[in-house]
């Protein structure tokens, strides 16, 4: 009976030692996918992802929230006119008339659209407070 006790505490010491080498050393833990023009690392075991964003892993969250709602409530109260367009149409003629981007997928190059658009957008409203701002500092105090 001591030996049958023995064999079986040897064979799960062995039996965890091996576990561990094999999930260390050969199952990879993260997978790392390059999706468009984002990084993303997806932790197998706990099913966490992060993003690659200025040279940081950024932990990603996830939602459950349906945005349509919560987009056309902001577009209402931003006054943001909306136009029907037909989004693959305009995409050729874009990339028809700039041959840079005939070679980037729709979906990579409408995130680019939205990107640049509400970065102008921002940067222009910012400066636009700027100058409203710096327009309404008296004379005398600039020159202090």
Do not use: C
């Not at 833990?29 to 690392?41: F, S």
Request: glycine share 4%.
């Amino acid at each position: 009976m001591k030996k049958e006790k023995m064999t079986l505490i040897i064979g799960l010491i062995i039996g965890l030692a091996a576990a561990f080498f094999y999930f260390n050393f050969f199952a990879s833990r993260y997978e790392i996918k390059k999706e468009g023009l984002d990084i993303v690392k997806l932790d197998k075991w706990t099913g966490q992802s992060w993003a690659f964003v200025n040279d940081n892993w950024k932990k990603m969250t996830v939602t459950d929230e349906t945005w349509e709602e919560v987009d056309k409530t902001l577009s209402e109260a931003l006054k943001i006119p909306f136009a029907q367009v037909d989004t693959g149409s305009a995409l050729k003629k874009l990339k028809e008339s700039h041959p840079v981007l005939e070679e980037i997928p729709d979906d990579e190059l409408l995130e680019r659209i939205k990107l640049v658009y509400s970065k102008m957008i921002m940067v222009n409203m910012y400066l636009g407070d700027f100058l409203k701002v710096s327009d309404e500092t008296p004379p005398e105090e600039e020159q202090k």
